[in-house]
C-alpha cells in the first residue's frame, strides 16, 4: 500500500524546505504556512489576491545558487534564521529584521554565480513580504498540494550522474510503497489522512529541478532526459491535488488509498 514517507512545507518560497511530521491542508488547497515569505523585485507590488509568480521574486528557476543557503523559520516567534558561508542570522519580521534580511541575501547573491541577475531593471532593492503566517505567494491562483514518488525520483536518480533527490521536486507530499511513475497515472480521488483529494494533473517540470540542493550548481539536465530516457511528451514528475471535501490534517505514514468509486 502506498504510504506517506516525507512532508514538506516552504515558509519563504523559493528557499529551504522544512520537513513536518504533519501538514494542515487548508480548505482551499494550502499547506497552512506554505509559501507565507517572499523576497519580492522592486518592481513587483505585493498581490492583493493569493497568487505570486516565480518571476516577480527570488527563485531557483533563476537563481540557482539560493539553495545553498539554509534559511529556517519559527512559526511561534516569527523569526527567522539565515545562514550561508560565514553569516548567522537570527531576527525578527520587524521593518529593522526584514532590512537585516535582505541584505544578507543580497551580498550573497553578488557573491554567486547569479550576481549579474540583479543588476536587471527592476530587481533591486529587494523585499521581504508577507506575514510570515498566510499561505499566499504559491504560482497559481489555486494554491494545490504536490506530491510525488520515491520510485519515481530513484529512477531518475539512476539515469544521471549527478546525486537526485526528492528535495529537488520540492513536493509537500513524498509517497513511498508505489512502482515508479504510478501517481502519473493514477486519477479521480484518492484519501491520505483525513484527507480526500481530487487528483488535478501531472507536473511539468521547469529548470529549477536541474540545480543540486547543496551546491546550487545546475548539474543535471533533468528535463531533456525526462523527455528523452524516460520518452515523456514533457518533463514531468508528481502530481497536483486539491482537497475534495475540505481540509484536514495529514501524517507521515498516512496510507494512499484510491477513493475513486
Same mark, same amino acid.
Given at each position: 500500500m502506498p504510504h506517506v514517507s516525507a512532508l514538506y512545507r516552504y515558509p519563504v518560497k523559493g528557499f529551504t524546505p522544512e520537513r513536518r511530521p504533519h501538514l494542515v491542508i487548508q480548505?482551499?488547497?494550502?499547506?497552512?504556512?506554505? !509559501?507565507?515569505?517572499?523576497?519580492?523585485?522592486?518592481?513587483?507590488?505585493?498581490?492583493?489576491?493569493?497568487?505570486?509568480?516565480?518571476? !516577480?521574486?527570488l527563485a531557483l528557476m533563476t537563481f540557482p545558487t539560493l539553495a545553498r543557503i539554509c534559511l529556517t523559520y519559527d512559526d511561534e516567534k516569527q523569526t527567522m534564521r539565515l545562514r550561508i558561508d560565514d553569516v548567522d542570522i537570527e531576527t525578527d519580521l520587524s521593518t529593522e529584521g526584514r532590512a537585516r534580511l535582505v541584505d544578507a541575501v543580497t551580498t550573497y547573491l553578488r557573491s554567486t554565480s547569479d550576481a549579474r541577475l540583479l543588476d536587471a531593471e527592476g530587481v533591486l532593492p529587494l523585499g521581504l513580504i508577507g506575514d510570515g503566517r498566510t499561505a499566499r505567494f504559491q504560482d497559481r491562483p489555486q494554491g494545490y498540494i504536490s506530491l510525488h514518488g520515491e520510485a519515481s525520483v530513484a529512477e531518475l536518480d539512476a539515469a544521471v550522474s549527478a546525486p537526485v533527490d526528492d528535495r529537488r521536486f520540492r513536493s509537500n507530499i513524498v509517497v513511498s510503497g508505489a512502482p515508479a511513475w504510478a501517481e502519473l497515472g493514477w486519477q479521480g480521488r484518492i484519501r491520505?489522512?483525513?484527507?480526500?483529494?481530487?487528483?488535478?494533473?501531472?507536473?511539468?517540470?521547469?529548470?529549477?529541478?536541474?540545480?543540486?540542493?547543496?551546491?546550487?550548481?545546475?548539474?543535471? !539536465?533533468?528535463?531533456?532526459?525526462?523527455?528523452?530516457?524516460?520518452?515523456?511528451?514533457?518533463?514531468?514528475?508528481?502530481?497536483?491535488?486539491?482537497?475534495?471535501?475540505?481540509?484536514?490534517?495529514? !501524517?507521515?505514514?498516512?496510507?494512499?488509498r484510491d477513493e475513486s468509486d
Open positions: 480548505d482551499d488547497g494550502r499547506v497552512q504556512g506554505d !509559501r507565507a515569505l517572499v523576497f519580492r523585485f522592486a518592481d513587483a507590488v505585493e498581490p492583493e489576491d493569493a497568487t505570486f509568480p516565480k518571476s !516577480r521574486g491520505i489522512g483525513e484527507v480526500v483529494f481530487d487528483v488535478q494533473k501531472p507536473i511539468e517540470r521547469c529548470v529549477a529541478i536541474t540545480a543540486n540542493p547543496d551546491s546550487g550548481v545546475r548539474d543535471a !539536465r533533468l528535463l531533456r532526459v525526462l523527455t528523452t530516457e524516460f520518452e515523456q511528451d514533457a518533463p514531468t514528475l508528481g502530481i497536483l491535488l486539491l482537497p475534495a471535501e475540505g481540509g484536514g490534517v495529514i !501524517r507521515e505514514g498516512d496510507e494512499v
